[in-house]
Structures are given as structure tokens and as C-alpha cells.
């Protein structure tokens, strides 16, 4: 290997021209080799962009050799066999979420990766995101033991259905709220044993989707998400059994709600996006965590989203998928007699 982790940009489209690319090009310690695209055209803009010395419209035709690291952007279909392809060849990839179509379908490439022994991380960008970090840091103690989550995420798109999947709804909780699946695992690592989901559905294939996990340990995720609004938020609370309230209402700041039981109302962290999305979004942290982490030698981040972190959101999304469908009723029972309103 050179001195420098020499990266293939695969796939040339929005997100990597918008996202990826800005944020890795203020990464130090890699050399942008090649971009490739089926569109050809679209991966020489990218290598004029990135000063990559070639393009090509597969990895086929790349040498594998020349390259050690991928950087993959494209749909799940594409990208479960790009990267399955990438790491048989010996190269570690960052792969965006959800890195695959389906469950059987990660189940596999989380067995390829497991036999090749490559670095593959996964896009869960806002496990890097500075407020997020800083409220997992902070409320460590209170989620040392049986605590209460609740996580906001909302996202206008996809507000059609996309890549292979029939619905709106499940478009969006398969390629988008599995962010908040994400997180919610991440808060909360202990393993899920229920899951409980419901839909309040809205005009024009608008919704707000519900979802309540129960932890073993006897933690409580709740899940409070949908493509109804006009902009994108993310919020994190965290309430613990030692009276405490951590919250974390937008990606801007942290605040101790409650210490003890008792209202304190304290800003514990704050920020404003003056670095142009560096540290709020998460995308430059992650791209530099897995530059960093390239290399037969280099050492893993031990709380680096992974395949498996990938696969256990999607065995997630399915059983979210499973109590919306299950016969018909959206997840919810029904009362012989309708229970009487207030008047």
C-alpha cells in the first residue's frame, strides 16, 4: 500500500457530488484515484472535480490493485453487489446506509465481510454529528440502566416510492428512518424485543409513523418520524431512572431539562453551523473516521456503524413493516367498544 489510502469515488450522482465529495476533499491522509459511473459522463465531471487520474463506467475496469479504499454512492441493489465485488477484491469500502435491498441480502455481504477481514463502514452519518455525540457522552450515566429515548426524525423525501420498493411508506422507513433506527440502537444498545409501529396517514402520501421498542434491559425507544413537514429535523431526548432529562431538541444544542427530578433547564452544549455542515451533519467526522481507519494495519473505531449495525437496522425496518401490515390494521387493536370520548 502507498502512503496514502488511494480512494475510488463510485457512484457520481447527487449524493456524492453534494455530500461526499465537499467533505472528503477537506479530509487529509488519501489520494482520489477514480471515479466511476455508469454514466460516464457524470464520472469525468466528478474527476475534474476530485482531480482523480481516471474515470471508468465499472469497477470491472478498474485495477483493483491500484485502489484500496471505495467510497460507494448509488441505490441498494447496485451498492450490495459493488461492495460484496470491492471487498472480494481487498478493498475496504464506506458504503452509504442502507448498503443493501434487503435483510437476506446484507445477512450475505455482513458474511463476506466477515470472511474477508476488510473495513467497511456504514453511512449512519449522524452517530457523527457533534450535538448527538455530546448527548450520548452526557447522558451515559442515565443509560447505564433502564432509561426512556425519544428520537424525532423528519424528512420531506423520499416522498415517492423509490428504488424497488412499491410504497411511499416503505420507501422512506427502509431509506430514511433508518436513520432514527439507527440511533435508537445506538442509545440503546441493549437487543430489541418488541417492536410496535403505527401510521396516522395525511394527503398526498404524507405521514407520521410511530414506532415504540422495547429493550430488554427494560429501556423504552420511542420513535417519532414521517414525511409531513417542510424541512428536515432530528431531536434526541434521553430521561433516565436517576431523574434526569438530557435533550438535544435540534442538531444545535444539548440541554439538562430535569437533574434529579427537578426542572434545571441548563444548556449543557451549543453550537451554530459555522463550518459549513462539518460537525452538524456528521458527514466530514464519518468521512474521516474511515479514511483513518484504512489500511491493513490501521486499527477499527470501536463504535464505527457496520455492516452488522446495518443488518440489525434492517431486521428492524422489517418488523416495523411487519406490525403496519399486520391484518390491515396498521399495528393497532381494536376495542369491542369504542372507548367514550371526553366531552
Known amino acids: 500500500m502507498t502512503d496514502l489510502p488511494r480512494l475510488a469515488l463510485v457512484g457520481c450522482g447527487r449524493q456524492m457530488s453534494q455530500n461526499l465529495l465537499p467533505f472528503l476533499q477537506r479530509v487529509r ?3 482520489i484515484v477514480a471515479c466511476v459511473d455508469p454514466d460516464l459522463s457524470l464520472a469525468k465531471e466528478l474527476q475534474q472535480e476530485s482531480g482523480a487520474a481516471l474515470c471508468a463506467d465499472s469497477i470491472e475496469a478498474l485495477d483493483l490493485d491500484t485502489v ?3 467510497v460507494i454512492a448509488v441505490p441498494p441493489e447496485p451498492s450490495y453487489r459493488l461492495t460484496r465485488r470491492l471487498v472480494e477484491g481487498g478493498v475496504d469500502c464506506f ?3 442502507p448498503a443493501g435491498p434487503s435483510t437476506p441480502a446484507l445477512q450475505d455481504l455482513h458474511h463476506v465481510v466477515d470472511r474477508s477481514g476488510r473495513n467497511v463502514q ?3 452519518n449522524f452517530r457523527y454529528a457533534e450535538t448527538l455525540r455530546r448527548l450520548h457522552e452526557l447522558s451515559r450515566d442515565a443509560r447505564a440502566t433502564s432509561c426512556s429515548v425519544t428520537i424525532d426524525f423528519y424528512s420531506r423525501h423520499p416522498s415517492a416510492p423509490q428504488w424497488g420498493v412499491d410504497t411511499t411508506l416503505e420507501a422512506w422507513i427502509r431509506h430514511n428512518g433508518v436513520h432514527a433506527l439507527d440511533l435508537a440502537r445506538w442509545f440503546t444498545p441493549s437487543p430489541v424485543v418488541q417492536v410496535n409501529a403505527h401510521v396516522i396517514p395525511g ?3 404524507r405521514f407520521q409513523v410511530n414506532v ?3 429493550h430488554r434491559d427494560g429501556s423504552l425507544s420511542t420513535l417519532r418520524m414521517g414525511n409531513h413537514v417542510k424541512r428536515f429535523l432530528v431531536g434526541v431526548m434521553v430521561q433516565g431512572m436517576d431523574g434526569s432529562r438530557y435533550s438535544a431538541p435540534s442538531l444545535e444544542r444539548v440541554t439538562l431539562d430535569l437533574a434529579d427530578g427537578l426542572p434545571l433547564g441548563q444548556e449543557l452544549y451549543g453550537t451554530k ?4 455542515g462539518w460537525d452538524r451533519s456528521g458527514f466530514g467526522p464519518e468521512l474521516e473516521a474511515f479514511v483513518a481507519s484504512c489500511g491493513n494495519d490501521a486499527p477499527r473505531a470501536g463504535d464505527t456503524p457496520s455492516i452488522a449495525d446495518a443488518l440489525a437496522a434492517s431486521v428492524l425496518a422489517d418488523q416495523v413493516m411487519e406490525e403496519i401490515d399486520r391484518d390491515g390494521k396498521n399495528g393497532l387493536g381494536h376495542l369491542p367498544d369504542a372507548a367514550r370520548a371526553s366531552v
Do not use: M, T, Y
Not at 453551523?273 to 459549513?276: I, Y
Open 29 to 31: 491522509g488519501h489520494r
Open 68 to 70: 484500496d479504499a471505495a
Open 95 to 97: 458504503v452509504e446506509k
Open 122 to 124: 456504514v453511512g449512519f
Open 203 to 205: 394527503e398526498d402520501d
Open 212 to 214: 415504540f421498542l422495547r
Open 273 to 276: 453551523n459555522l463550518d459549513h
